[in-house]
């Protein structure tokens, strides 16, 4: 189970991982903007108890994706504007069709000494499309390539076939789930990657414990340490004024106000960085009906939602996911709340005065509380709403098959991956339950143009049936707010699931 939100249940988890915590921190040089060598940088995440794992092919919480990225490498990585970036693959190159590609690979090596190669990159690929490995979570957005028809190319070089045309496979493969393993490696418990730290310890909802590991490719790390933290809001907030953890991930915009003068704590925030809003099944009544969800879309009030739920710190939405992403369809009007026509469609769809379900939970900061706001905003057009509330370590799981509606976020990832990944009929993460073959066909078909202009329109056009048909209400794009100690130099703001975001080979302690 995570841990409790105090400030001595942080405490408790460093040391069962295996940490001895410093007591404080120095508050020499705090402004130097040259790195240091030593030192072990502690960092809190929300947790996920027992689900908690070091298989980096399945990765679901923000908490394990850290961990992984301490350990382990992917080929290509996302920058700040959501574009492929190299990581393993120092460039890449498609056919004229974009369906074989070629990567060439740079020389690094796993901290067990083996030098990277293309049989390594083949395997990872197999290990997570293994059809038994259900939660392997690239596995859909993956499946179209070709492992039959994959090959080595030279001595570092490996050639990725599809089975179809896709111009986004670099960007597909920076997604969630996707790092390096050695070839033959299958043991989470012993993970052996080419990332700047080297595996010490892990115990799941507690924490994780890496070692620099000098012969990275990218150079060693300034920090001899990196600990991984497993703690709730209150006890990151709690550790991180207190000087007991460096780095505090997903914090609140009460916290941030609340250390605004704290000279001994720092919010570094991003922008725009991934979406709130909230999830209607369109695959049963009453939001199979188009009209039904476009009722909702037109009651919520997301001036409202932004100012409270985000203490005003993002930017409303307009059901459109990515905002500010490439392929984003820019000059869409934004939608207005417009509670006599939401009653007039409540009428029309019989949801007048009828009840639907809210399946909320504790799971993120402000799910609860949006729940609650939406259900007194919807009241005021005649739908009513219960709320119930289900068990925060499961409830990401949960909401693919309960509740009418649910709470819905994302972090950064490219638009034409969140749609593989939360919209296809068969994607994983379908909270929606929006299957339809045509949407999928005119999606794919979108993927395969290689032309960027051409696509980009396609995209357009994929994201406009989504945002009048589906079952999205995407009400805001708040900032992604991280706090870290005075001591603590080198953290860039940057989207969540990109480059230089839980970063920490290239961060230092003062």
Same mark, same amino acid.
């Given at each position: 189970m995570p841990v409790t939100p105090t400030r001595r249940s942080v405490l408790a988890v460093a040391a069962a991982a295996g940490a001895d915590?410093?007591?404080?921190?120095?508050?020499?040089?705090?402004?130097?903007?040259?790195?240091?060598?030593?030192g072990t940088l502690r960092a809190a995440f929300p947790g996920a108890g027992v689900k908690e794992t070091m298989d980096p092919h399945a990765q679901?919480?923000?908490? $394990?994706? =850290? +961990?992984?990225?301490?350990?382990?490498?992917?080929?290509?990585?996302?920058?700040?504007?959501?574009?492929?970036?190299?990581?393993?693959?120092?460039?890449?190159?498609?056919? $004229?069709? =974009? +369906?074989?590609w070629r990567f060439e690979l740079r020389e690094a090596r796993f901290h067990d000494g083996h030098v990277l190669d293309a049989d390594d990159v083949l395997y990872s690929i197999s290990r997570i499309l293994d059809p038994d490995a259900a939660d392997h979570l690239a596995k859909n957005s993956l499946s179209h390539i070709d492992l039959s028809n994959c090959r080595k190319v030279g001595r570092r070089g490996v050639e990725i076939a599809l089975t179809r045309p896709n111009a986004e496979l670099p960007s597909q493969l920076a997604m969630t789930g996707t790092p390096i393993v050695r070839d033959g490696?299958?043991?989470?418990k012993k993970p052996v990657g080419t990332g700047p730290f080297r595996f010490v310890s892990f115990t799941a909802g507690r924490g994780f414990t890496g070692r620099r590991f000098d012969d990275h490719w990218n150079g060693a790390p300034h920090l001899d340490e990196v600990r991984i933290l497993s703690a709730e809001t209150e006890a990151r907030a709690a550790a991180v004024r207190s000087g007991e953890v460096h780095f505090a991930h997903e914090m609140t915009p009460t916290f941030a106000r609340t250390v605004e003068h704290n000279s001994r704590v720092r919010v570094v925030a991003t922008r725009r960085s991934g979406v709130q809003g909230f999830a209607l099944k369109t695959d049963r009544a009453p939001f199979d009906d188009p009209d039904a969800a476009m009722a909702v879309k037109l009651l919520v009030d997301r001036e409202r939602l932004v100012e409270v739920v985000c203490a005003g710190r993002a930017e409303i939405g307009n059901d459109v996911y990515g905002k500010g992403y490439t392929y984003y369809p820019e000059g869409l009007a934004q939608r207005e709340r417009d509670v006599p026509e939401a009653r007039r469609l409540l009428k029309r769809t019989g949801l007048y005065n009828k009840k639907v379900t809210f399946y909320t939970s504790t799971a993120a900061d402000g799910f609860a509380q949006a729940a609650h706001l939406f259900t007194d905003q919807a009241g005021e057009a005649g739908l009513k709403v219960e709320v119930v509330n289900g068990p925060p370590e499961s409830y990401f799981t949960d909401v693919l098959g309960k509740g009418t509606v649910t709470n819905h976020r994302c972090g950064a990832m490219t638009i034409p991956t969140y749609i593989s990944e939360r919209l296809l009929a068969d994607a994983p993460q379908n909270a929606t339950a929006w299957k339809h073959q045509d949407f999928d066909d005119a999606f794919t078909a979108a993927r395969a143009v290689v032309d960027d202009d051409k696509r980009t329109e396609r995209y357009r056009s994929v994201q406009t049936t989504l945002r009048d048909q589906g079952g999205l209400v995407l009400w805001g794009h708040p900032e992604w707010l991280n706090a870290i100690s005075h001591t603590v130099q080198g953290v860039k703001e940057a989207p969540p699931n990109t480059v230089d975001w839980a970063r920490f080979d290239t961060v230092w302690l003062d």
């Open positions: 915590l410093l007591t404080g921190c120095s508050s020499a040089d705090s402004g130097s903007s040259s790195p240091k060598k030593g679901r919480q923000f908490v $394990d994706i =850290a +961990r992984h990225k301490a350990v382990f490498d992917k080929l290509v990585e996302l920058d700040s504007t959501l574009r492929p970036v190299p990581r393993l693959a120092r460039s890449w190159s498609s056919d $004229d069709d =974009a +369906r074989v490696w299958d043991d989470p």
